[in-house]
């Protein structure tokens, strides 16, 4: 008998190994990729001023609170509130004549909205 020992090396188990490795590395950019989709701003768009400025004017009269803290405290600044009113008010007179319908409807409506609600907070 001999003693010579032969080292089968498995070609296609490597292969294989580096084919699956690139799987995994595209599959975590993919994933990745996603992620980050998901962590994306909105777009840009008059609209989502309106909703950034309405949003503000409600937190500041005490109408949102934080979801991820538990014990968050109303936070209540009328003068804030009225602030992030009157910028809305700004809005709607530089931009007359100049907005979508849709635009328009929205600014009115959120003007409206927010006015009513800093009346009721004011007269409690």
């Known amino acids: ?11 296609d188990w490597k292969s294989q190994a580096k084919q699956e ?11 990745a990729g996603a992620g980050s989709q998901a962590q994306a ?14 949003l503000q004017a409600l937190m500041y009269m005490g109408k949102l609170s934080d979801p ?5 405290k109303e936070i209540i600044n009328m003068d ?12 709607d007179d530089k931009t007359k004549g ?3 319908d849709e635009e328009k409807q929205a600014l009115s409506m959120a003007l409206h909205e927010l006015r ?9």
Request: hydrophobic share 45%.
């Open 116 to 124: 009513m609600h800093y009346v009721q907070v004011m007269s409690r």
């Open 68 to 72: 991820n803290d538990e014990q968050a």
């Open 1 to 11: 008998m001999s003693d010579d020992k032969k080292i089968i090396s498995d070609e």
């Open 21 to 31: 490795k690139v799987k995994l590395s595209d599959h975590q950019e993919s994933a």
């Open 41 to 54: 701003p909105p777009p840009a768009n008059f609209l989502m001023l309106i909703n950034a400025l309405m």
């Open 98 to 100: 100049n907005l979508t």
């Open 80 to 91: 804030l509130a009225k602030h992030h009113i009157d910028l809305l008010q700004v809005l």
